[in-house]
């Protein structure tokens, strides 16, 4: 059985962090999600932070840990693109991808690390991208804030894993979600034909790879960057 453990899924008010809260909910875990708007699937208890805002993130894990425990699995979903090319990206473009994506991720596993090393015990996953390692055109704030989460998760792997504290990165392909929703059909189109499942994902496909390793069985991986992506990405 698997034992059950107190999570935080950052941005579990759509999407895949709301597939990952709903995979972790119906594995009995209790699940906390942040949001800016809306709210978490039923059953999980949903607390307003921003990832842009360290003290909105401190009054989230407060208010946790009153309700639920410290948090044992962190998950650093929430993210934004802001596509354009590198021509005409602004700095503000670059470094507001940065620092909700790469920035974001650094705050919420900081203050769980606390927490973490106390108890003798962490999971750490990093919601990457295939473009992370891929690269994407019109995408160089998006895939450098992806691709600074595999140093993070290595980094960390290297600091803390001698505390039984794991820190992996899930870097997805394209799943069905709102962001995927925005991109024009004839793109959608290309994209398709160059991944070899032929097929977009649902969130809940990458939910399970989360859950996964964030439990039991996975305890002996760490700094591993483990992709969701029909095939897109092989080698990178
Ligand atoms: P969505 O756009 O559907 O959802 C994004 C989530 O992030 C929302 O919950 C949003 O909250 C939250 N968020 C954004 N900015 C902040 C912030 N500053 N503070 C707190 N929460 C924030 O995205 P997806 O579900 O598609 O993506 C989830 C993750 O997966 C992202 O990191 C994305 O980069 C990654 N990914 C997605 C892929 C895809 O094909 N969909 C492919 C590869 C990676 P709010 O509703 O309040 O805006």
Known sequence: MTTSRTVLVTGG????????????????????????????????????????????????????????????????????TRDTLLMRMSEEEFTSVVDTNLTGAFRVVKRAS?????????????????VGLFGGAGQVNYSSSKAGLVGMARSITRELGARNITANVVAPGFIETDMTDALP?????????????????????????????????????????????GGLGMGH
């Open 114 to 130: 606390k927490g973490m090393l106390k108890a003798r015990f962490g999971r750490v996953v990093l919601i990457s991208s295939v």
């Open 185 to 229: 059909a004839e793109q959608q189109a290309e994209y398709r034909k160059n991944i070899p499942a032929g097929r977009f994902a649902t969130p809940g496909e990458v939910a399970k790879v989360v859950a996964w390793l964030a439990g039991d069985d996975a305890g002996y991986i760490s700094g591993a960057v483990i992709p969701v992506d």
């Open 13 to 80: 008010n759509r999407g895949i962090g709301y597939a990952i809260a709903e995979e972790f909910l119906a594995q009995g875990h209790r699940v906390a999600v942040t949001a800016r708007s809306g709210e978490g699937p039923e059953g999980a208890l949903t607390v307003r932070a921003d990832v842009t805002d360290a003290e909105s993130i401190d009054r989230a894990f407060t208010e946790i840990e009153a309700a639920l425990g410290p948090v044992e699995v962190v998950i650093a979903n929430a993210g934004i």
